[in-house]
């Protein structure tokens, strides 16, 4: 059991500060923040911004130069012991003569797992682990589900009347939330990896599903420039190949996925509803793509499919308060229930007011079979 | 324009707190509070506990006694000038030999409206009006609305899961909402003046539509002890004449009120779309049954037609955190709209999470017509 004492807590908030001044440009990467300090005197700092880029270490080694002999780090995640992209950040804290490293939490990436550690360990450095953790997990939860799970963190965002309608019946639909509700809809987007829908939703409102520099709230903007921008990557189920060159989707910058059985980007079997198997596509998005975070934007259908396969890790509602008639198009459309007992159930994590509707953030409950 | 000292700031507050400790027993009259204070010492309070026993005025003077002479007096309303079933507080003041009286508002109550400022200034006592007038006004909301507009005040309860959902198709609700937010709903019948109703609501459930002490929440039940629980009135539609001595509703204390064309309690003409007129009836329950404060649960056709004669001052809604599918049944069933700008909009009053659920509070806007 390390113990730290409170200038320990004082670098590690603030290495963790810096972590997430990364966290709309990371991806696929996690956000990590640095601090190296020599005595009480902070020499070098720096976060990870970009995959590609030069990891939270290197910047914070770079800075304190010289000054790095004998000093103390402070990083948010285990140093990787790979060469990927960048050298193991582990050799790079030794070769400066970092004394003593302090690190949140190990990094559940199989490629380090402890060997950052060790390696830090075995090189005579004091390694500490686990102070700020809890906070430290917080910074990347999409990143540590892939790495524990080998699946994506995924969000399924619908928006409704307070009657749960999201088009009257003839399909009339907009606007039911407020500017200001779709404004918070830009920065999830800003934050996932991929945005999932449908080919039918894509067509029907001939949507870009961009993130909009322009749409953010002005606080996002002040610390995420407009030629920073990282778009994430739309993966469309396209079942019956229905999109076209044409489409606004094709003209924004920005990787764009096919998924259907065959003759696609990702191709990916049926389930046993004989549609497209959901569970195929998400492992293939967590493990070919390196996808972490996937923003679900589709319709009922869609939805419905992923609350039922228990695909869905945070369900996030837009209520507008209107009320719409029941006779409009239902938020999942018909479940055909008939006992009380198989209604779908979340807890919920977040309520708040969003503009002039609420915003609810729901964790599914475990579907009683 | 009177000058206040924070000392008669902090007195009227204190009368604003007894006022309070009525908000369950006073109606139809209005939550009142007196402190009289001689010097720098509070010598007399009291606050108007129930309809036909004294006034806040009253409670505070018998306390000082002697000591009223020459006090002031800090009431949170104007102090009444009419012989009721207490003689006038005005009065009382004067012969207590009060020397300065400062009342939070003039009373609306077209009996009193000014009156008691004119006796007790008459009489040489000095008068100040205006004093934490928005705080005083705020203790009697239902009993200001009868007074300035002849109607009472309307709350609709509804109670639907996270997409609209009251029943599903079967009509299996038990339970959507939790323990928790009936015991909320609990708390709003113990404050209303009567509970509307319609027989077939009252039918379906065999509904008692009473307080019940146990189900309040306990630090209600810290003020408002079981033996003193007042029963809203439960006035019920019943143009059918449905209703029997067997119900539920008839083993309770508290009156009834049925409400039909003829052979009812309460006698309404039909409005325009040849339905009970519910204008006519909020005028009989404001002005012959003297009900400041009504509290609608019922189902979805009465609730319909509430919201669109614009009848309704607050929407409370309860929003279990379930999905139960567009088959069941619509929280005001279908509404035929096809445009946009038709659908019924509000505004949000409060939001929050009551046990696991969601309640919100709205406020109707105009209705585009």
Chains 1, 2 share one sequence.
Not at 311 to 336: C, F, H, N, Q, T
């Amino acid at each position: 059991m390390s113990v730290f004492t409170s200038y320990d807590f004082q670098m590690m908030s603030r290495a963790i500060s810096l972590a997430k001044r990364g966290i709309y440009t990371t991806s696929p990467n996690p956000n990590v923040g640095c601090v190296i300090a020599h005595g009480d005197t902070i020499v070098g700092e720096g976060y990870h911004a970009k995959a590609g880029e030069p990891h939270a270490e290197v910047h914070a080694l770079r800075m304190a130069g010289e000054q790095a002999k004998g000093a103390t780090a402070y990083v948010t995640l285990e140093p990787c012991s790979h060469y990927g992209r960048t050298p193991p950040c582990a050799e790079g804290l030794i070769k400066a003569g970092i004394r003593r490293v302090v690190c949140a939490m190990k990094d559940p990436n199989p490629q380090v797992a402890g060997r950052g550690i060790t390696m830090l360990s075995h090189a005579g450095v004091e390694v500490a682990v686990g102070l700020l953790e809890a906070e430290s997990r917080a910074l990347n939860p999409a990143f540590l589900k892939r790495m524990e799970t080998g699946r994506p963190l995924v969000q399924l965002k619908l928006a409704a009347s307070l009657d749960g309608q999201t088009a009257l019946a003839n399909g009339a639909s907009q606007w039911i939330t407020s500017q200001q509700a779709r404004q918070d809809v830009q920065h999830y987007r800003a934050q996932a990896c991929a945005i999932l829908s449908t080919s039918q939703t894509v067509i029907a409102d001939n949507a870009s599903l961009n993130v909009r520099w322009h749409d953010l709230p002005e606080s996002v903007q002040a610390q995420y420039p407009q030629d920073q921008v990282r778009q994430p990557a739309r993966v469309i189920l396209d079942r019956q190949h229905h999109l076209t060159a044409q489409l606004n989707l094709y003209q924004q910058s920005g990787a764009v996925f096919t998924v259907s059985e065959h003759d696609a980007d990702i191709c990916v079997g049926l389930d046993e509803h004989h549609q497209l198997s959901l569970k195929a596509l998400f492992d293939s998005l967590a493990n070919q793509q390196q996808l972490n975070h996937i923003w679900v934007e589709a319709g009922a259908t869609l939805a419905r499919s992923l609350l039922q396969h228990q695909l869905v890790d945070e369900l996030i509602v837009y209520l507008a308060p209107k009320i719409m008639g029941s006779d409009g198009r239902g938020l999942l459309g018909a479940l055909g229930l008939i006992e009380m007992h198989q209604v779908m159930e979340f807890d919920i994590k977040d309520i708040r007011q969003v503009g002039p509707d609420i915003r609810v953030i729901l964790i599914p409950k475990p579907i009683n079979e």
